[in-house]
């Protein structure tokens, strides 16, 4: 792929500075050390090496990557080790494609309640999932999942949604033999919203009992018992969004899908267009028009607030496995699966290789000096600086 004409790091660096001052007060300082990582990201401030072609000695100087998990230009080389190892516990059946939204109601709420509510919003869908599968009415069966959480739309607005991919069945409740859905339909989504809510919301009830919730500015009077009784009936009466087919093009379609964002947030530098004139113009589908795609402009600051609220909590485990997939039980719950649905284990693909090669023959690069950023130009914070030349290096 061509590099892109802009950058996020480009938009930083010339409005980065301007920005932190009118907005900073409403900004916490990891929002601060994202920017400065972005920025740095690939140029001498970090550091880097010279590669070296093994067959016609051309030698090359690559900067370090930032590693931070925000960054539009980093984690390409873990991205691509998650996507084999996922690939490889792939079962030999269909997968369905589930996501579970968030009404735009409690956006705010989330916001500044982020690490409770996401992993709220984990716990609610897969518990709805486990429940409803188990339930002989519909599929009677302990199923497996892998869920990602994905906390923006197209247009870059706060839109947290929880994607899941589900085997199309699983094992007896006995454990004695693999139940298989139908090939179209896995569990009614009209149940799955029911449940999901409930459960959402029963989440709620209890965070707010043990006072675990945060109230600011606009949201002050929901910390009133009553209110908040009020703002949860609002919510009951709200029909919520559950997404349930068939993946096209089966599971690895969606597991390419969401690796694209498992270590990446919000906008790829390929979708910029434009950035002159205090402006920065993208490319987005909006889905209410058939995914037709349009151009995007906003002011610096609009898109700068827009990115960092996709900022995540330290720490926060945004790739989940739960039910057969959980960790500590995944190995063991694979190899009945494998050996009740009659197959071997899928063979571990080669390792991804992150080696440099060379942009005149593509031999081979080697590094042969490791060098600090006192020993490059480092360039100025938010300031231009020199494209690298490097590929991810993380």
Not at 114 to 134: G, H, M, N, P, Q
Request: some cysteine.
């Amino acid at each position: 792929m061509s590099r892109p004409t802009f950058e996020v790091a480009d938009i930083i660096r010339v409005s980065g500075s301007s920005f932190w001052e009118r907005q900073g007060a409403h900004l916490a300082l990891q929002h601060r050390k994202v920017m400065d990582a972005i920025v740095r990201c690939r140029t001498a401030a970090l550091g880097g090496h010279r590669d070296q072609c093994l067959r016609c000695g051309h030698q090359v100087i690559s900067y370090n990557s930032c590693r931070n998990r925000h960054c539009p230009k980093c984690q390409g080389n873990a991205r691509a080790k998650w996507l084999a190892a996922r690939s490889a516990e792939l079962l030999p059946v269909p997968y369905f494609h589930v996501v579970f939204t968030l009404p735009h109601d409690l956006s705010a709420l989330v916001l500044q309640n982020k690490r409770l509510l996401y992993d709220l919003l984990f716990r609610a869908s897969a518990a709805t999932l486990i429940e409803v599968a188990r339930n002989p009415k519909h599929l009677g069966a302990d199923i497996g999942l892998l869920s990602v959480l994905h906390t923006w739309g197209q247009n870059l607005q706060h839109h947290p949604h929880v994607h899941c991919v589900v085997p199309a069945g699983g094992l007896a409740l006995d454990g004695s033999r693999w139940i298989a859905a139908t090939p179209r339909f896995f569990l009614p989504v009209r149940v799955l919203s029911r449940v999901f809510r409930g459960k959402f919301i029963a989440g709620l009830k209890q965070l707010l009992l043990h006072d675990k919730l945060q109230f600011h500015g606009s949201l002050q009077e929901l910390a009133k018992p009553e209110c908040f009784r009020q703002f949860l009936r609002r919510l009951y009466r709200k029909d919520w969004v559950v997404y349930a087919k068939p993946p096209f093009g089966g599971a690895e379609h969606v597991l390419h899908y969401l690796a694209r964002y498992t270590h990446r947030v919000a906008i790829s530098n390929h979708r910029l267009v434009a950035f002159k004139e205090d402006r920065v113009s993208f490319r987005w589908k909006d889905y209410a028009c058939g995914g037709k795609q349009k151009v995007m402009t906003l002011s610096p600051d609009e898109f700068l607030r827009r990115f960092l609220i996709h900022v995540l909590p330290k720490g926060l485990v945004r790739i989940r496995h739960f039910g057969l997939f959980a960790n500590r039980r995944r190995a063991a719950s694979l190899l009945r699966c494998r050996a009740l649905l009659g197959t071997m284990a899928s063979p571990q693909p080669p390792a991804p290789s992150s080696q440099l090669r060379c942009p005149l023959c593509s031999a081979d690069m080697f590094i042969v000096e490791r060098m600090t950023s006192s020993q490059l130009l480092v360039p100025r914070l938010w300031a231009s600086a020199p494209k690298p030349h490097a590929v991810d290096s993380s």
